[in-house]
């Protein structure tokens, strides 16, 4: 069973930063595609940043310029750095990753197959 563990969230000021990580065990981290969704309430879950089985990254235009997605397969953990954090950036955060014979993936909770439990990222003003 994969399992996907969070951790890193908490509550900021605007402008802040935090940094997000996802460790995976039992799966292959390194030629997998692993992303970062959010969910804030009321709404429905979007895809926030993406890497795919070549290390290649995709962003969200509302977090791009802003968050960095990466990964260190030495420790089988993703992450997400975030800067410039906004109130709008308030969510909870999910780490999820996809099958292992995906190569890519897009934005859509759809494309991915395994789940972590979530950490809550609170931005204020």
């Known amino acids: 069973q994969v399992q996907l563990v969070e951790s890193g969230g908490g509550s900021v000021q605007a402008g802040g930063s935090l940094r997000l990580s996802c460790a995976a065990s039992r799966y292959s981290y390194s030629s997998g595609c692993m992303g970062w969704l959010r969910q804030a309430p009321g709404q429905a879950r979007e895809g926030v940043a993406a890497i795919d089985s070549d290390g290649i990254p995709t962003y969200s235009d509302s977090v791009k310029g802003r968050f960095t997605i990466s990964k260190d397969n030495a420790k089988a953990t993703l992450y997400l750095q975030m800067n410039s954090l906004k109130p709008e950036d308030t969510a909870m955060y999910y780490c999820?990753?996809?099958?292992?014979?995906?190569?890519?993936?897009?934005?859509?909770?759809?494309?991915?197959?395994?789940w972590g439990q979530g950490t809550q990222v609170t931005v204020s003003s």
């Open positions: 999820a990753a996809a099958l292992e014979w995906m190569t890519w993936v897009r934005l859509a909770s759809s494309d991915f197959t395994y």
